[in-house]
């Protein structure tokens, strides 16, 4: 469920219409519900009510300070994958202690970063890292809270590029040789082993691949206590899949999750952490764009909106799907065509929808991709020099600009001239 609802013929955000802010900010720009976002992130919080736990969402999804310091006033902790969402979580006000720090790749320049700072815990994917993080929590004189993420060896059933719990991927320890790196683990005294981790995937829409994993999460839970570790915190990655369409077969609910949660790991007096971020702030953005020229081709009608794959890469990047709504409600009834909605890029990559059904839409008209609010305006990017979309936060009646869009002069000057030109 969100807020993005037709209301008197025009699309709404929460109680704006967005043509409204499309006459403001001008197109394209992306657009946040806070009743979408407050709502999912609450949901996940009573899903796991009754036990002790914290919901950290993983703010890769979208991270703008203003979406931060909405989900940091509702009690939400951060998964960050970088310094630089280090600092984005401490400049929104998230205290260290509610920031666990997620990555293949973390440099000693940002295990330090996160020490000084302080932090919840680093899950920590390979051995290699684990000797690093030590010799950097030892030349600190501290010790470093840690989980280690291991690889379940499951299948998300997701897309190749989002799946990151089978054995091939590059991310944490097989979980056969879970025993042996905590051995390694607790030997170093720049670490305090603190419990485990697993992450198998994004947009998952079925139950069982975490279901799966949590079971064998339950079970080395059980053999590292026998080996004498003190496991007293898992965290469960995040994952959980969003309706892209409306005809699609519904995902799993977060209370249909947190169930499945307590029923595999609640018996075991851990403290829970969960990671969500598609689910959180998935339905809780729109792109708007307008069309700029209506062209027929040979067989097919190509839809030229001033939105394009800079701005929006996932059709392109992992052939998702993005319902397209016009922002004036089509009259009912009104006749659909099959359409080829495109970018202005010099790419045949360049495309949102092939063949997509939609009513009648000319130039100067104003449509909305739903479901863009997590893994877009985060991946966007300033390709053919399109400067970067800017980014609307509404709250009620309320609308404010979150993020600004930059000049041509502002991305110009970003570029610096050496002495020899
Ligand atoms: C990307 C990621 C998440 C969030 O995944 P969603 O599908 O957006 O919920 C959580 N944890 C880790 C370690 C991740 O890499």
Redesign the pocket.
């Known amino acids: 469920m969100d807020h993005f609802l037709y209301r008197g013929g025009a699309l709404h955000a929460e109680d704006v219409p967005v043509a409204e802010i499309a006459a403001a900010v001008g197109t394209p720009f992306y657009c946040y519900s806070t009743a979408t976002l407050s709502r999912h992130f609450r949901l996940f919080d009573e899903a796991l009510e009754g036990v002790d736990h914290l919901v950290c969402y993983?703010m890769?999804?979208a991270s703008n300070q203003a979406i931060l310091k909405t989900l940091a006033a509702l009690g939400a902790g951060m998964?960050v994958?970088s310094g630089g969402e280090y600092a984005r979580a401490r400049a929104a006000g998230v205290p260290g202690e509610r920031i666990v720090f997620?990555?293949v790749g973390k440099t000693r320049e940002e295990m330090r970063q996160a020490l000084e700072g302080g932090i919840r815990q680093f899950?920590v994917e390979s051995e290699p890292e684990m000797v690093a993080l030590n010799e950097v929590a030892l030349s600190l004189g501290l010790r470093a809270p840690i989980t280690l993420r291991v690889n379940p060896d499951v299948d998300a059933k997701t897309h190749a590029k989002?799946a990151?719990g089978k054995s091939e991927n590059k991310f944490g320890i097989p979980i056969a040789r879970a025993r042996e790196v905590y051995a390694e683990a607790a030997a170093l005294k720049g670490l305090e082993v603190v419990g485990i981790d697993v992450?198998i995937g994004?947009?998952l829409t079925d139950l069982e691949p975490f279901r799966q994993a949590y079971e064998k999460v339950a079970e080395l839970t059980g053999m590292l206590r026998a080996d004498g570790h003190d496991i007293r915190r898992l965290d469960l990655?995040?994952?959980?899949g969003i309706p892209y369409t409306r005809s699609n077969e519904a995902p799993p609910l977060p209370t249909e999750y947190g169930q499945l949660i307590k029923d595999t790991l609640g018996h075991l007096g851990c403290e829970l952490e969960i990671?969500?971020?598609?689910?959180v702030a998935g339905n809780a953005g729109i792109l708007v764009s307008e069309v700029i020229y209506l062209k027929s081709g040979e067989g097919r009608d190509f839809l030229i909106l001033d939105a394009a794959m800079n701005d929006l890469i996932r059709p392109a990047m992992y052939d998702a799907y993005h319902d397209i709504v016009p922002v004036r409600e089509p009259a009912p009834g009104a006749e659909q065509a099959p359409y080829d909605v495109v970018g202005p890029v010099c790419e045949s990559g360049d495309t949102f929808a092939r063949a997509r059904m939609l009513p009648p839409l000319a130039a100067g008209d104003l449509v909305a991709f739903r479901s863009a609010g997590?893994y877009g305006a985060v991946m966007s990017s300033e390709y053919n020099t399109r400067p970067l979309v800017p980014e609307v936060l509404v709250h009620e009646h309320q609308f404010a600009v979150i993020r600004a869009r930059p000049s041509f002069d502002e991305i110009i000057n970003r570029d610096t001239i050496p002495e020899w030109l």
């Open positions: 993983a890769k999804a998964d994958v997620s990555g899950n989002i990151t992450h994004s947009q990655g995040g994952g959980l990671e969500p971020g598609r689910l997590a």
